[in-house]
């Protein structure tokens, strides 16, 4: 049976039971990796599916399974504890023990993986992004830009011209920061500006945002300008760092 997994947001393989567990063996993979095999559902982290990989399980031991619904397994330690006596963060429990370290992490700027493995980009990065997109898509459109604020400069322009003329200008302009988006987002995972702040866009799964999603996301993203960029900075306080957009088609931004 082959199997797919996840790295660093990209899909791999096909790879042999034995061939997957030499992957976790020399440590390309953990077993909260995401993989898939033909017939399943959605991608599960390795870790899920051990005991049905006989190749794996002769290499590494089984996971802690909670005795009760009141104890869970610490994601830093992977120890047992009480659920009451641990937190809950973007997914996973972390244990009374493991708090601090792992809380000064997060103050330190390095972003916890994801139980699927993934570094989630904060809100400064995300914006630093946003601003380089902006500058090319500033110096893309400055052509069509100066073309008609020639033609509205000129004397005697009616005003219904002038009106036509920059509503001309906005369209153009969609047309290009659309065309800019999709095609990036879709064909690489990243526009030019994330590409720069070595950040990505995928899916929840960890696959790769197709053309029809990373339209739907472009369109989702234009929603912002009705909510005066909340739907921004509200990325800072979620767990996976979503943005509304985000939230919306289902996607994420994580470090390559």
């Known amino acids: 049976m082959m199997w797919y997994y996840a790295v660093d947001g990209k899909q791999a393989g096909p790879v ?32 899920e599916l051990q005991a049905t990989i006989p ?25 047992i504890v009480p659920k009451a006596d641990a937190i809950q963060y973007s997914g996973s429990y972390i244990c009374a023990a493991c708090k601090p370290a792992f809380f000064q992490k997060v103050r330190e700027g390095v972003a916890p993986e994801s139980p699927g493995g993934f570094r989630y980009a904060g809100f400064w990065v995300r914006f630093g992004a946003k601003f380089l997109d902006g500058l090319i898509l500033w110096v893309l459109a400055l052509p069509i830009t100066l073309i008609f604020g020639i033609k509205s400069a000129t004397p005697g322009v009616r005003w219904q011209d002038f009106v036509a003329q920059q509503a001309v200008v906005f369209g153009l302009g969609m047309v290009i920061r659309a065309v800019y988006n999709v095609f990036f987002v879709a064909h690489f995972g990243a526009t030019p500006g994330k590409m720069a702040c070595k950040l990505k866009v995928i899916r929840a799964d960890g ?47 994580i470090y390559k």
């Open 16 to 47: 042999s039971e034995q061939d997957l567990a030499a992957l976790v063996q020399s440590r390309q993979l953990s077993l909260d990796s995401l993989v898939w095999r033909e017939g399943m559902a959605n991608w599960q982290p390795l870790r």
């Open 207 to 253: 696959s790769q945002v197709g053309y029809g999603l990373a339209s739907g996301r472009f369109f989702a993203e234009l929603l912002n300008m009705f909510t005066l960029s909340i739907g921004y900075i509200i990325a800072a306080f979620d767990p996976e760092k979503r943005a509304l957009h985000d939230r919306i088609c289902g996607t994420r931004v």
């Open 55 to 79: 190749a794996l399980g002769a290499l590494v031991p089984a996971a802690p399974v909670p005795a009760g619904a009141d104890e869970v397994v610490c994601a830093e330690c992977r120890q």
